[in-house]
């Protein structure tokens, strides 16, 4: 696949600029900084329009070819709001919250998404050829398993032969490789939630302390689905977070090479 051209290696040449707007770095660095993981709220509710452009926010995440492999879902319904919280181990990040978001990743629906992108192509100009053949083509290639991965392990076999020779992109060639694909881009999209939800004036706390076989029979969701994140939201209490943060030296993390 390397050797061929794909929209990946090849510039199609498409008549469309977008230019940068100014941004004033010292806010956004104020959006960084003061995003906390808040674990008691006020009882503030949040504005139903401020999450609405939070969550939409959050499907603005880069996300891997375009695929979009998330779901949010935003629980309101009194009752499961407060199955959530049990599932989440009453914690007190979920049972103070004003609201509450389950972040999840799923394997099952990029064919859909592809085929979506197939068809929002059919209506636009000057789509080069390349990216719908990499709609049509690669991602039906790149993403399939079969019945028992048994594609994956043609394919594992394949790259593993053509990668002697040149670059190729191996996975996913197993289910956890799929899994670990969605979860990737989603976990941007929490990201994007979180600290939209910040430069809106307000707070939140990612989670995974919870019982995930209990929240997905709660959304009913299937074994393509993985619970990736809770996210809970709403105004900081006095005394909501804990201490000041701490973060290791950068030299632990950060590799000039
Ligand atoms: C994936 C993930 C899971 C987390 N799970 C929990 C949780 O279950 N309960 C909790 O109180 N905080 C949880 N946190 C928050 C972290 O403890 C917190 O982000 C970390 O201590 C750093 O603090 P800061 O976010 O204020 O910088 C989680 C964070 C992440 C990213």
Not at 55 to 75: F, G
């Amino acid at each position: 696949m390397s050797k061929n051209k794909t929209i990946l290696s090849q510039n199609p040449y498409i008549e469309y600029d977008e230019k940068a707007p100014t941004i004033n770095a010292l806010e956004f660095q104020k959006v960084i900084d003061s995003r906390r993981a808040v674990r008691i709220y006020e009882n503030t509710p949040i504005p139903e329009d401020i999450v609405m452009k939070c969550l939409h926010n959050a499907l603005l995440a880069p996300n891997s070819s375009n695929l979009q492999p998330w779901e949010i879902y935003w629980v309101k319904s009194p009752e499961k709001k407060k199955a959530l919280v049990y599932a989440c181990l009453n914690q007190i990040a979920a049972k103070t919250a004003a609201e509450l978001f389950v972040i999840v990743a799923r394997t099952d629906t990029w064919k859909t998404h592809a085929k979506e992108m197939l068809r929002i192509f059919s209506k636009a100009k000057n789509v080069p050829e390349l990216a719908k053949k990499y709609y049509s083509q690669i991602v039906p290639f790149v993403y399939t398993l079969g019945p028992f991965s048994i594609f994956g392990f043609i394919k594992r076999f394949l790259f593993f032969v053509r990668g002697l020779k040149s670059p190729i992109i191996r996975e996913p060639v197993q289910k956890s490789h799929l899994r670990l694909w969605a979860v990737k881009s989603t976990a941007l999209a929490a990201e994007n939630l979180m600290l939209s939800l910040r430069a809106y004036g307000f707070d939140s706390c990612p989670m995974e302390g919870y019982d995930s076989k209990r929240i997905k029979k709660l959304l009913g969701l299937g074994r393509n689905a993985s619970v990736v994140m809770v996210i809970s939201a709403g105004k900081r209490a006095q005394g909501g977070i804990y201490g000041e943060r701490i973060r290791f030296s950068p030299d632990r993390f950060i590799k000039k090479i």
